[in-house]
């Protein structure tokens, strides 16, 4: 049970950004929220995690809601190399990674 | 940057044969996790290991075996090949909570496709 609710699919153009929304309304409490993802033919990727507070780095941001039933991974300006799947995962620190059923993102040129 | 080698990266067996897959995992990380990914399917948790001791068990089938070295390295084990077995498989490794530090994110492998015919 992956326990992270995504939308199948989105699309995007180039240069723009990219909003990807995740509910995770059972969230515990030790719950990290992490995103990975997948480039076609290609092992997952880590992308960001955080756990309440909204974070940065240099492939994304991460918006948690204040109640944390629910995030999204901003993609400042997509390029086409940033279409994959995105997964969004709910999980302990140093724990497997749970799997649900990911983001389809298209980038269109 | 070093990173996750898998071998082989790919490979053909029969039904009822056995398959035997490595990772080695990116120097000083002391914890490994296998998935695998069916055609078309989202990736699947099946063990992990950390110091060498096994540390989680996911849906990994009962002809499947696994093991951490004194090296780090990890070995999967299958035997009694199914059709259904094919898929690709993912290692995964990172750092547990050990003197070296901790890091949250795993780093994969380029995964191994294993064809059961």
């Known amino acids: 049970d992956a326990k992270t609710t995504q939308p199948n699919s989105m699309e995007s153009n180039e240069e723009e950004p990219v909003h990807l929304p995740c509910n995770h309304s059972?969230?515990?409490?030790?719950?990290?929220i992490h995103w990975y993802r997948q480039l076609p033919s290609q092992g997952p990727e880590y992308v960001i995690h955080?756990?309440?507070s909204n974070v940065n780095n240099r492939m994304a941001s991460l918006a948690i809601a204040e109640d944390r039933k629910s995030s999204t991974l901003i993609l400042h300006r997509a390029t086409l190399r940033d279409a994959a799947v995105y997964y969004c995962?709910?999980?302990?620190?140093?724990?497997?990674?749970?799997f649900g059923k990911g983001t389809t993102l298209s980038v269109s040129s | 940057a070093a990173g996750v080698i898998q071998s082989p990266r790919h490979l053909i067996k029969e039904k009822r044969e056995t398959a035997t897959l490595k990772c080695y995992p990116i120097?000083?990380?002391?914890?490994v996790y296998w998935y695998q990914q069916g055609p078309g399917q989202d990736p699947q948790f099946l063990i992990s290991?950390?110091?060498?001791?096994?540390?989680d068990k996911g849906s990994i089938p009962d002809r499947f075996s696994a093991q951490q070295f004194s090296d780090y390295h990890s070995e999967l084990n299958m035997s009694s090949l199914e059709l259904g077995d094919s898929a690709l498989y993912f290692c995964a490794s990172s750092l547990g909570f050990g003197l070296a530090g901790f890091s949250y994110e795993q780093y994969f492998g380029p995964g191994t496709r294993l064809t059961v015919t």
């Open positions: 059972t969230i515990s409490g030790t719950d990290y």
């Open positions: 120097p000083r990380h002391d914890t």
């Open positions: 995962i709910r999980g302990q620190a140093g724990t497997a990674l749970i």
């Open positions: 955080g756990l309440t």
């Open positions: 290991f950390y110091e060498k001791m096994q540390s």
